[in-house]
């Protein structure tokens, strides 16, 4: 093959792997563009780490084309595509030091000392660590190893960076200064980066890109404001937490998050501020106080049935069994279309 085009990184075509027993990625066709930082989202089990392993190279497709920087890469080994890989657990090599580690990449692929130790230097202060070089990494905490892992695969300038949830194994603090590392990171070597999680706010906060997968195929793709906010299934809007999804008549089937539906007590005046609000009826079921605010659910009369609806109170907290009144802002309900079919 002669074909030298640069963009994009990585570009995956009609890509399948089946392990026997069905395909767990189906017919996917991915681009990763140079310099960004793509999330890879979905629920355990949807094909994340399958997809990550066959760019890695870890794993070959059973069917379809991948390419790296124009090239098929498809049979190309680990060892010869320039992958910088971090996974959950640190996988250090323990004996070593922090430099050690990080150096030891540059070592295999035959980098001089001085280049080497520059870079290793480099590397280490990028995430921080400067100053542990020559600790162990079992003298280090589980977020201090983490940033090691990611200085080792940085430290490579690889042509994509690939990270399997980095941050599952650390706890919520330490995860949420991790990711604000990981953007800061990315954005300063400008590497190109596939981040799979199945964390939505971890991929709303760094990426750029949001490739929302569903049995192996991609469900939804777009920036995170297009994914959150324009959900297109029932499937992605559930996944993003909208937790009522419903059949409004005139409308056909919506989603809309809890925290915009307006639970009020049926006696309280209506407003006249949002004319375009759909009004629904019904009876008060329960409210859970929040701090700040007070969730509810009420059960509302629609298409000649009961549905059950998600919100937040507003004014005086109707009791259980009182009659209220469900507005839903015209702007926050959000028209789904079908899922696609699932062959499985
Ligand atoms: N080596 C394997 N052999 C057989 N089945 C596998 C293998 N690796 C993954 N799978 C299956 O493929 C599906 C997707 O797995 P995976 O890619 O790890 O999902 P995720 O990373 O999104 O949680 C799962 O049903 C998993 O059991
Ligand atoms: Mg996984």
């Known amino acids: 093959m002669t074909t030298t085009t640069v963009d994009p990184v990585v570009a995956l075509s009609g890509v399948t792997r089946d392990f026997g ?9 991915l681009d990763v563009r140079r310099g960004e930082f793509l999330a890879l989202l979905g629920p355990s089990g949807c094909g ?11 794993l070959e497709p059973t069917a379809g084309e991948l ?4 090239v ?4 190309t080994p680990v ?21 050690g580690n990080v150096g030891f990449g540059l070592t295999m692929r035959k980098v001089g000392r001085g280049e080497r130790e520059r870079r290793v230097r480099e590397a280490l202060e990028l995430v921080g660590l400067g100053h542990l070089a020559d600790r162990r990494p079992a003298q280090l905490s589980g977020g201090q190893q983490q940033r090691v892992a990611l200085a080792r695969a940085v430290v490579l300038r690889p042509d994509v960076l690939l990270l399997d949830e980095p941050l599952s194994n650390l706890d919520a603090q330490l995860r949420v200064q991790l990711r604000d590392e990981l953007a800061r990171v ?4 400008g590497l190109t980066t596939v981040l799979v999680t199945h964390d939505q706010e971890e991929a709303l906060a760094v990426a750029d890109r949001i490739v929302l997968l569903h049995g192996g195929r991609i469900a939804q793709e777009g920036t995170p404001r297009e994914v959150f906010e324009r959900p297109r299934t029932r499937f992605v809007a559930e996944f993003l937490g909208y937790r009522n999804v419903l059949e ?5 089937e919506v989603a809309i998050r809890p925290e915009h539906v307006r639970v009020h007590a049926a006696t309280c005046p209506e407003s006249a501020s949002d004319t375009s609000a759909e009004v629904l009826t019904g009876t008060m079921r329960s409210a859970t106080y929040r701090g700040t605010f007070s969730t509810a659910t009420a059960l509302v009369a629609l298409g000649g049935g009961q549905v059950e609806l998600h919100g937040v109170t507003a004014g005086p907290e109707p009791a259980p069994g009182d009659p209220v009144r469900v507005e839903l802002p015209a702007a926050a309900i959000v028209p789904l279309h079908p899922d696609q079919e699932d062959p499985r």
């Not at 390419?67 to 124009?70: C, H, K, P």
């Not at 098929?72 to 049979?75: K, V």
């Not at 990315?186 to 070597?189: H, P, V």
Request: hydrophobic share 35%; charged share 25%; net charge positive.
């Open 67 to 70: 390419r790296i920087n124009g």
């Open 248 to 252: 409004l008549p005139g409308r056909g």
């Open 21 to 29: 027993s069905g395909p767990v990625v189906r017919d996917l066709d």
């Open 48 to 58: 994340k780490t399958t997809l990550l392993r066959m760019i890695a190279g870890y």
């Open 72 to 75: 098929d890469a498809s049979r």
């Open 79 to 99: 060892r010869r595509r320039n992958i910088g890989m971090v996974f959950q657990s640190y996988a250090l090599f323990p004996h070593m030091t922090v430099a």
């Open 186 to 189: 990315q954005r300063e070597t």
